[in-house]
C-alpha cells in the first residue's frame, strides 16, 4: 500500500482526512501537527506523499528539503481553503507537486495521491476551468493597484519562486541579506501573502490570501 503523511497544524482536519483516506484500505496513513514529525517520517520512508497544510508551521523547511535532493522521492502537495484561493495562472513552485482544496471529496482526495504518487502534479478542476477568466481580472486588477511592485521586487519575487534563500538572492542581485529581507517584505504586503510559500505560489501565479 502507499505510504501517505497527512500534516496539517489544526487537529480536527488532520484526523478528517487521515481518517478519511485511512477508511479506503488503499493507504498507509500516519499525521502529524508539525514540520519535524513529517521530516523524520518521510527520511525513513522516502516513497512517502505527504498532504501538508500550505500554512504548517516550518512548512518551507519541508520544501527545502525536496528543492535541494534530501527528499527526491517525496511528492509534496499543498493543502488549503479552496474558498480564498484564486488562481491566475495554473502552476507550481519548486518544491510543491499540487494543490488541493481541504475540503476535497475522499475519492478525489484518494486519485489524487495516486498521481503524485506516479510523478505527476495535481491542481482542483476548477482552477483549471477558470484560469484564463482569473488571468484577466487580475492583470485588470494589477493595472490599476495603487502600490504596484517595483522591478526589483519582482525579481525579488521571482527568485522567492525559484526557492531561492535570502543568502542567495543577495548573491544573485548584488544585494546584502537585510537589503533583500526588506525587499521581501514590501513584496509579502503588496501581495498580500504572509510568508514564503504564499510569496512563492504568489511567484507562480497562484493567488492565496493570507490566512
Keep these: 500500500m502507499l505510504n501517505v503523511t497527512v500534516a496539517h497544524h489544526h487537529p480536527l482536519i488532520r484526523r478528517g482526512l487521515a481518517q478519511s483516506l485511512a477508511d479506503g484500505g ?125 522591478l526589483r521586487e519582482r525579481e525579488v519575487l521571482a527568485l522567492v519562486g525559484e526557492g531561492l534563500t535570502n543568502q542567495q538572492i543577495g548573491r544573485r542581485l548584488g544585494l546584502s541579506a537585510g537589503t533583500v529581507k526588506s525587499y521581501i517584505s514590501a513584496v509579502y504586503a503588496k501581495c498580500g501573502v504572509d510568508n514564503r510559500v504564499q510569496a512563492a505560489l504568489f511567484a507562480h501565479g497562484i493567488e492565496v490570501s493570507a490566512a
Design 26 to 150: 488503499e493507504f498507509t496513513v500516519t499525521s502529524y501537527g508539525d514540520v519535524d514529525g513529517v521530516l523524520a517520517w518521510v527520511r525513513a520512508q522516502p516513497d512517502s506523499v505527504v498532504l501538508a497544510s500550505r500554512i504548517l508551521p516550518g512548512i518551507d523547511r519541508l520544501l527545502d528539503a525536496v528543492r535541494g535532493g534530501e527528499l527526491p522521492r517525496v511528492p509534496v502537495a499543498l493543502l488549503g481553503e479552496a474558498a480564498v484561493t484564486r488562481p491566475t495562472v495554473v502552476g507550481v513552485p519548486p518544491g510543491v507537486s499540487g494543490y488541493l482544496p481541504e475540503d476535497a471529496d475522499v475519492r478525489a482526495l484518494a486519485h489524487a495521491v495516486h498521481t503524485l504518487a506516479s510523478g505527476a502534479a495535481v491542481l482542483p478542476a476548477a482552477w483549471i476551468h477558470r484560469a484564463g477568466a482569473t488571468t484577466a481580472r487580475a492583470e485588470s486588477r494589477d493595472a490599476h493597484s495603487g502600490a504596484p511592485l517595483s
